[in-house]
């Protein structure tokens, strides 16, 4: 794996991940009955019959699925910086024109157009990196892939790992391009010597691929969190927090627990802060139309984002943390720079504890230079202060950049 690979999703910081399958057209509901689990285990949990599920991919006809849209808005208004889809997920059905099987999105829909060549073509355009999520063990379709909440000691696992999921990944990596990142998933009980075969299939088609977390055994090139947890500290390896926009990774007419747009900015800077990525989900529905919710919540976090891209990618972990709970700010940082993102509004930014000799304090909106003092409090704390101009006292969405003499912030800490 080359560093600038690695260089690359370390810079990434944030992207998108999408979630569309069969269980999208379920959303979230079977016979009536509303799951209350992510949606798109809706097959497992409700244990609805093999031969039933498939007959959804009759009514596979996304008339509204629009991956130009969805990729440009992503890149261009969200700020993201790569995309993974799932191709295949629990449900063993692949959202490709795989050659392997017949249960995909061109064989067996109305629809019968291959929805990753044109999520392809529209990275391709608007220069979005491509990943692909693939469950690589669990497969309720398969009578030999694994099954959460089963009895797998019968399953002749290795002949359903020969005959699709190995032929799988391999048409994935040679007929898509480029792929950054395979995003494996619920290893479940695969053993070494089959995720040391599947990792090896990958590098050997692709040797800059990232394999994640999930992959198993410790072969993942970099680390993936639990689902909706990021690390309370920073973290120099690679790592990234798979999250959802509300409960549940595929869509559901039911869950409308959509964080606020606050909420995903404080949980970017968070991660960014900490070193890692944040891979924010969306859920089309069947008819391949994007929640409203979900736009509206990414429309403003990228508002925010493209307006400071400097401030978030590209920046290294704030490690050591600085020593204080901040309810209206939160940092990032760059050698020789500090940001404060400004989340609530101020007359001006105080930080106590920062001792780094302050040059210039500027918006980094648009590099407007501020005023700045740093100074000693009656209490003998160092206190760097930025006063802001009338405009900006009564927002709470920008960000300001301290330049420092030294490359790393200086913060002293509360006790000790
Ligand atoms: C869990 C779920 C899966 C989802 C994934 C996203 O593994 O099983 O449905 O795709 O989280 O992180």
Do not use: V
């Given at each position: 794996m080359r560093e600038e690979t690695r260089q690359w999703f370390r810079d990434a910081k944030y992207g998108l991940f999408i979630h569309w399958g069969l269980y999208s057209i379920l959303a979230g509901e079977y016979r009536g009955v509303k799951t209350d689990k992510v949606a798109e285990w809706i097959l497992n949990y409700m244990d609805i019959p093999v031969e039933e599920y498939r007959e959804l991919a009759r009514q596979?006809?996304?008339?509204?699925?629009?991956a130009d849209e969805i990729v440009r808005k992503a890149k261009e208004d969200w700020g993201m910086q790569y995309l993974v889809f799932t191709t295949k997920h629990h449900e063993g059905f692949a959202m490709y024109d795989s050659k392997v099987s017949d249960y995909n999105v061109v064989k067996a829909t109305p629809y019968g157009k291959d929805v990753l060549r044109e999520i392809r073509e529209a990275c391709d355009k608007y220069g979005m990196k491509l990943g692909l999520y693939y469950s690589q063990a669990q497969d309720w379709d398969d009578p030999d892939g694994y099954r959460n909440h089963?009895?797998?000691?019968?399953?002749n696992f290795r002949r359903y790992f020969d005959e699709k999921v190995k032929p799988q990944v391999a048409e994935l990596l040679t007929n898509y391009?480029?792929?950054?990142?395979i995003w494996f998933d619920t290893p479940m009980e695969m053993t070494y010597e089959e995720t040391k075969e599947l990792a090896d299939l990958v590098h050997g088609l692709q040797p800059e691929c990232l394999l994640s977390g999930r992959t198993g055994h410790g072969l993942g090139d970099y680390r993936t969190s639990g689902d909706n947890f990021l690390p309370a500290l920073p973290c120099g390896e690679l790592w990234e927090a798979p999250a959802t926009l509300?409960?549940?990774w595929g869509y559901s007419k039911h869950d409308h627990n959509w964080k606020s747009p606050e909420d995903v900015l404080r949980l970017l800077l968070r991660i960014t802060a900490r070193g890692g990525n944040y891979l924010l989900n969306i859920g089309p529905r069947g008819d391949g139309s994007v929640p409203e919710e979900s736009v509206a919540v990414l429309d403003a976090v990228g508002r925010y984002v493209t307006a400071n891209r400097e401030a978030i990618f590209g920046t290294q972990p704030v490690d050591p943390i600085y020593p204080y709970e901040l309810d209206w700010a939160l940092l990032t940082r760059r050698p020789h720079k500090i940001y404060i993102h400004v989340l609530r509004p101020r007359k001006h930014a105080t930080l106590l504890g920062v001792a780094n000799h302050v040059t210039r304090a500027t918006l980094v909106e648009d590099g407007r230079e501020l005023e700045v003092s740093c100074t000693m409090t009656t209490e003998g704390d160092s206190r760097v202060r930025v006063f802001f101009p009338e405009d900006l006292t009564?927002?709470?969405d920008f960000a300001v950049c301290l330049e420092t003499e030294e490359a790393d912030p200086v913060f002293e800490p509360f006790a000790g």
């Open positions: 596979f006809a996304p008339d509204h699925f629009n089963a009895d797998n000691s019968k399953k391009g480029e792929i950054c990142l509300n409960d549940t009564g927002r709470a």
